[in-house]
């Protein structure tokens, strides 16, 4: 993904994907405490920035489970957003390794 948006510089990806790994962990820190809170506009608001900055690097899984619990914030949806909202540190964990996969040695 990150080819296609910005070219093959490796600097580039670099700095995006340690942007997104710098700040992400408290996105998704204040996401959980949102929703251990039951603060559903809290819960929308971090869905939000989660899935606009991770669907930014191309993390389609991650940014999907977000926006469909960003949509189910917005109907108080708590069935959905109690299904997913456990994924949404699962995923992230999972992307982490894959970039320290995908960008090492770089």
Do not use: C, M
């Not at 992400?24 to 971090?46: C, E, G, H, S, W």
């Not at 917005?74 to 960008?103: G, M």
């Amino acid at each position: 993904f990150l080819v296609r948006s910005l070219g093959d510089n490796k600097e580039k990806h670099l700095f995006i994907i340690n942007s997104y790994l710098k700040n992400t962990p408290n996105i998704v820190k204040d996401f959980n405490q949102a929703y251990q809170d039951r603060d559903i506009k809290l819960i929308r608001f971090f869905s939000h920035k989660l899935k606009s900055s991770t669907r930014s690097i191309g993390a389609i899984a991650l940014a999907d489970v977000s926006e469909t619990i960003e949509q189910a914030a917005d109907e108080a949806n708590w069935t959905i957003i109690n299904q997913l909202s456990p994924q949404v540190s699962i995923l992230f964990d999972q992307l982490k390794l894959a970039l320290a996969n995908d960008y090492k040695g770089l």
